[in-house]
Structure formats: structure tokens, C-alpha cells
């Protein structure tokens, strides 16, 4: 069972990305670009994290899978071969009472009668293909000839160049390559913040098998890809792997996952994982008339691999860690009365800053000074943060908001002055928990590594 929406929480998640500097409306001076968003300087790194996790995880931990970064334009050929000029729609429906235009599966189905979810009227247009693709011309012309599209997927540049990468990296199957990129669609009704965005992007695998194993390739990308969205903090409890009926499924498809995500608006879809056989390298070896065969040495034959898709969607996943994050606790205020706390609760590995540190005074020279050092000392290693403005419980509170997990304080202990044995130590505070350990200067990047990677 879904949970239900819960609206109150998403007002509250995207005022914080507003104001904390996570995501902004794109050209938001002119009154925004609907589908469109920024990201600022904490939404930046958080983005970045996550995409070097995936790539981490997804190539290099790994000895069967190899990356490749593909241009957005690309022959027109090539979306006339996928089959995404003619069939990449979605069916558009208008309201004629409120002028809504809107995707004919979003309407409201009240007794086998269709309803505009906007105005509840039942006026509507009957529904008409609508091609996703941005368009766009090549060259001085604009004409047939130069027209050519954004792409509206990565992966398409992945099995163009399938050959290339085959010869280059000198793989056996199974085998994958992957691909971080933008992709663009025209989507009739962008919504829900950044969930459904006109760009967007994703982060896509191609793993290439033979025919006999791709439904077990399949089974094990759906739990290879559960697995990694744990360990980014989402909690398997918010995790829904959804077996997509035949149905529903692209007809090239033998078998496909959706994961979904428990969004605070609803159960929504995270990443498709898609057993797609060997329809994409079959369409484009018939249309170019290049072969792009296997050759396989142990058998001598010669065959068009398969493919498992993992799909995933970073701005999707961005937000999931943002609403998997958000909380609200108690905790004490300067005068040791309780107040609110928000806490974004990231997993250390995918904060966007991993430690602040703070000078216990800033009008006292060797405090800021010793700060100034241990800033150094971690700053090859991690994106830290330096503040010593406020007081100092303000200050956590400043870090907890964006998700900080660490915080280092430089006190009077360490500078010897109490005790000498304490000298070169400092606090190491726990976001979660709120509990300071008392460690050795010498040994924070070493515990700070350990907790973050
Ligand atoms: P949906 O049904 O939500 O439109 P889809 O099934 O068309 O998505 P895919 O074509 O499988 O999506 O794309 C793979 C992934 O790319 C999705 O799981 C999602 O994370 C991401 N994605 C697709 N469309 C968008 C979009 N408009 N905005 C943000 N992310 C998107």
C-alpha cells in the first residue's frame, strides 16, 4: 500500500532547498523556465556525490563494466532507428473548460468517466500522440535536413558506439558500459518539483549478455541497484522493486523492474531496470548496415548481445535523498531550552559538506588559527566548511539544516591551556546523535575518511 501524500512535508522540503541553496527555479528573475531547475552551491555537491557514488560503484569497483561520456546531438538516423521519432509520445489531452493541457493517463477515472484533475471538468479533447522530443537545427538552415533532436535518453549513444567501446577495452560478455549525461523531454505536465523536469539527467548501464541470460542479469541488476540506493541512506522500508506487467512493458522488453520511491507525494518510479534482448543493436545495425556483432572466440559465432538497462534518474534521486533526509527533532537552544531542530539526516558518504569546523571564539588568534590548520589538513581529502560567526550552538544548528555530519571545535582544551594533556585535541561532534568525542588532531582524517567513504 502507498502512503499517503503528505503535502505539508513537501512545502516545507522544497522551501528549504530555496533557502538553504539547494535548488532554484531556473531563470527565476523572469519568472522561471516550467521543467527547469538550478542547482546552487550545497544542490551542486549533493549531485555530484551521488553521480561520483554511482560511478564508483557502477565501473570502477568493478572489472566488467567500462564508461563513456556521448554527445546529446546526435544523427537524426540514429532517433529515427530507435524508434523514438515515431513512437517516443505521450497521449495529450486538453480540458476545454480550464485549458489544461494534460497527459491523458493523469486524468481522473470517476466511474469509467475522465475528469481534468486540475478543474474536475469533463470537457476534454480526445487524446492526440504528442512527440516528447525538443527539436532542433544543425547549421545555418533550418530545414528537413538539419533537424535533429536533444536527446531524450543517454543510452541511445551507448549502443551507436558499441563497437568502438568493444574494440577499445577489449571486453567479453557480459559486459557493460555507462554513461552520466543529460537527456531532455518535452513533458506535457512537469511537476512535483524536480520529479518529472523537461531536463534532466541520468545515469544509465548498459550490460550486454547472451541471449540465455538475460532474465537472470535482469534479477541481478534489480538487487545490485536496491542495494545501492541503501547505501546512499534511503531506507529499504521506502523501497518498492515493482514487476511491470507484460501489459505495460515496451514490447521489445522480456522482463522489467521499476523502482519506486515513497515520495512525500506518492509512490513514484526512481530508476527502470529493463531487460531490453537485443532490440536497440539490431535496430541500428539494420539501419546503418553496420554490424555491430559479437564475436564470440570460444564458439566462432557471431551474434547481437542482449542488454540489461539499469535507468536511473539523478535529479529523481536527488530529490529522494533530500525527502529521505528531512526531519525534525528536539534539541536545546543557546539557553538550553528545547526548540525545533530540521535535520537533513544525509548519509555521510552523500552530504554535501562532510565537516565544519569551528574556532570557539573568532576574536581569539591561536582558536582561529589552530581552525585554519585543521581546515587544511582535512580539506585534500573532503569539502569542508569553516565558520566562526554566532554562537557556537547556532553554528551546529546552521550545519544540521543542510546535513553536515561532522563538526570539529577548536577550544581552549586544545590549545593546552586547561590540561595539557588535551593539547592538539579537539570535539568531534555527531549530527545524529549530538555526542562530542574528544579526539586527536593528528587522527581526524583518518576517522573522518573511514565514516565518509
Ligand atoms: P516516467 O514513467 O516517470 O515518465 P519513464 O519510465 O519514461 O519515466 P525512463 O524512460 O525509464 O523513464 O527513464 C529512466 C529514468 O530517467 C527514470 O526512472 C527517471 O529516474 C528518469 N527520468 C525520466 N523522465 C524524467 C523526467 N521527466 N524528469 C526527471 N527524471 C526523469
Redesign the pocket.
Known amino acids: 500500500m502507498s502512503k499517503p501524500a503528505d503535502s505539508q512535508r513537501m512545502e516545507k522540503i522544497v522551501s528549504l532547498c530555496k533557502r538553504r541553496g539547494f535548488i532554484f527555479q531556473s531563470s527565476e528573475i523572469y519568472g522561471g523556465l516550467n521543467?527547469c531547475w538550478d542547482y546552487g552551491p550545497l544542490g551542486v555537491e549533493l549531485k555530484r556525490n551521488l553521480k561520483n557514488y554511482w560511478w564508483r560503484i557502477m565501473v570502477h569497483e568493478r572489472d566488467d563494466v567500462v564508461g563513456m561520456d556521448g554527445s546529446i546531438l546526435m544523427n537524426r538516423a540514429v532517433w529515427k532507428a530507435s524508434g523514438h521519432e515515431d513512437t517516443f509520445t505521450d497521449p495529450m489531452v486538453d480540458c476545454r473548460s480550464c485549458k489544461a493541457r494534460l497527459r491523458a493517463d493523469q486524468l481522473i477515472d470517476k466511474k469509467g468517466i475522465k475528469q481534468c484533475p486540475v478543474c474536475g471538468g469533463k470537457d476534454l479533447t480526445t487524446p492526440r500522440a504528442f512527440n516528447l522530443m525538443f527539436k532542433t537545427f544543425v547549421g545555418a538552415t533550418e530545414d528537413e535536413s538539419s533537424l535533429t533532436y536533444l536527446r531524450p535518453?543517454t543510452a541511445q549513444a551507448i549502443f551507436v558506439q558499441f563497437k568502438n567501446v568493444l574494440e577499445v577495452s577489449r571486453k567479453k560478455l557480459p559486459f557493460g558500459i555507462a554513461q552520466i549525461g543529460k537527456?531532455f523531454?518535452n513533458?506535457i505536465n512537469?511537476r512535483n518539483f524536480?520529479?518529472?523536469?523537461?531536463e534532466?539527467e541520468?545515469m544509465?548501464l548498459e550490460y550486454f549478455c547472451r541471449a540465455k541470460q538475460g532474465m537472470q542479469w535482469l534479477d541481478y541488476w534489480k538487487e545490485e541497484r536496491l542495494k545501492f540506493y541503501e547505501n546512499i541512506g534511503i531506507a529499504r522500508d521506502n523501497l518498492h522493486a515493482l514487476t511491470v506487467p507484460d501489459e505495460e512493458r515496451a514490447f521489445y522488453s522480456k522482463g522489467t523492474y521499476?523502482i519506486e520511491y515513497d515520495f512525500p507525494f506518492g509512490r513514484?518510479?526512481?530508476?527502470?531496470v529493463?531487460y531490453r534482448t537485443d532490440y536497440d543493436l539490431s535496430q541500428h545495425q539494420k539501419a546503418s548496415g553496420k554490424s555491430l556483432e559479437y564475436f564470440d572466440e570460444e564458439t566462432k559465432q557471431k551474434f547481437i548481445p542482449h542488454v540489461v538497462e539499469p535507468?536511473?534518474?539523478v535529479?529523481?534521486?536527488v530529490l529522494a535523498l533530500i525527502c529521505e533526509a528531512y526531519s525534525e527533532d528536539e534539541a536545546p537552544d543557546e539557553k538550553g531550552e528545547m526548540e525545533t531542530r530540521i535535520v537533513l539526516r544525509f548519509h555521510p558518504r552523500i552530504a554535501p559538506i562532510k565537516c565544519a569546523v569551528f574556532p570557539l571564539l573568532k576574536n581569539k588568534e591561536p582558536l582561529v588559527a589552530k581552525a585554519r590548520e585543521i581546515v587544511a589538513l582535512l580539506r585534500p581529502h573532503m569539502y569542508v566548511f569553516y565558520d566562526e560567526t554566532g554562537a557556537i550552538g547556532r553554528r551546529y544548528r546552521r550545519q544540521d539544516e543542510i546535513g553536515t555530519p561532522f563538526g570539529v571545535t577548536v577550544d581552549f582544551e586544545t590549545l593546552g591551556e586547561k590540561d595539557p594533556a588535551l593539547r592538539d585535541t579537539v570535539t568531534l561532534r555527531d549530527r545524529d546523535s549530538m555526542k562530542q568525542e574528544r579526539v586527536l588532531v593528528k587522527d581526524l582524517p583518518g576517522i573522518l575518511i573511514s565514516r565518509i567513504s
Open positions: 521543467g535518453e537527456a523531454r513533458e512537469p524536480t520529479f518529472r523536469s523537461r534532466f541520468q544509465e521499476d513514484q518510479e526512481l530508476e527502470g529493463a535507468s536511473a534518474g535529479d529523481r534521486t
